[in-house]
């Protein structure tokens, strides 16, 4: 079992930055591909970035290519995702999801595909 916490939400204005965090217990954290989902309200969760397990291999949504950055510390048995140019579309509550992995190098883009889901943080953004 992989317990998982998120923090970092909170209310920013367009254009500015949140730097959101989460932090895992319960099972070797370098073993597990890492994920960050979204869900705006009246909408389905959709797939933000992923991380492998040693954090060699990344891949973004293109809405958030170029705006945010996925990394982990496995030392600290956390993933962050640093979200800069904030935009009024980017609001939703922010998951991060685990899933044991199948080789080092492997990113998981489908929610399904995760076994693990912290409880989310909100984002808003106001324009």
């Known amino acids: 079992q992989v317990h998982l916490v998120e923090s970092g939400g909170g209310l920013v204005q367009a254009g500015g930055s949140l730097r959101l965090s989460c932090a895992a217990a319960g099972r070797t954290f370098s073993n597990y591909a890492m994920g960050w989902f979204r869900q705006a309200p009246g909408k389905e969760r959709e797939f933000v970035a992923a991380?492998?397990?040693?954090?060699?291999?990344?891949f973004y949504a293109d809405s958030v290519k170029g705006r945010f950055t996925i990394s982990r510390d496995n030392a600290k048995s956390t993933v962050y995702l640093q979200m800069n140019s904030l935009k009024p579309e980017d609001t939703a509550v922010y998951y991060c999801?685990?899933?044991?992995?199948?080789?080092?190098?492997?990113?998981?883009?489908?929610?399904?595909?995760?076994?693990?889901w912290g409880q989310g943080t909100q984002v808003t953004v106001s324009s």
């Open positions: 999801a685990a899933v044991q992995r199948t080789s080092s190098g492997s990113v998981y883009l489908g929610s399904y595909e995760y076994d693990y």
């Open positions: 991380i492998s397990s040693s954090g060699g291999r990344i």
